[in-house]
């Protein structure tokens, strides 16, 4: 009998936006949620340490996401910012990616 191991994602909702997105998948304009997705190398089903993680937004109506990285972070920051919350500004998908 071997020990039997593999990885697991556990996706975390950390947020959402304080900015309007319009999805261009199902047409409406919500706030988007912000997820962080973790690999996690798991002995049967115990979590033991994680191997990646990354993060994106995410539509809560249909799930189209985007990926955050290293071209669109800063854009998608100021996605975030209490300072202009109630804003009336409504980001379009491809203002994001
Ligand atoms: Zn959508």
């Known amino acids: 009998?071997?020990?039997?191991?593999?990885?697991?994602?556990?996706?975390?909702?950390?947020?959402?936006t304080t900015m309007l997105i319009h999805c261009s998948s199902c047409t409406n304009e919500r706030a988007w949620h912000l997820i962080q997705s973790t690999n996690w190398f798991c002995l049967l089903v115990i979590p033991i340490f994680p191997t990646s993680s990354y993060k994106y937004i995410e539509c809560p109506c249909c799930g189209k996401r985007i990926d955050i990285n290293k071209r669109n972070k800063?854009?998608?920051d100021r996605l975030f910012d209490k300072a202009i919350f109630g804003s009336v500004k409504v980001y379009y998908m491809h203002e994001l990616l």
């Open 74 to 76: 800063e854009r998608i």
């Open 1 to 16: 009998m071997g020990l039997y191991y593999k990885t697991n994602t556990i996706k975390t909702k950390k947020g959402m």
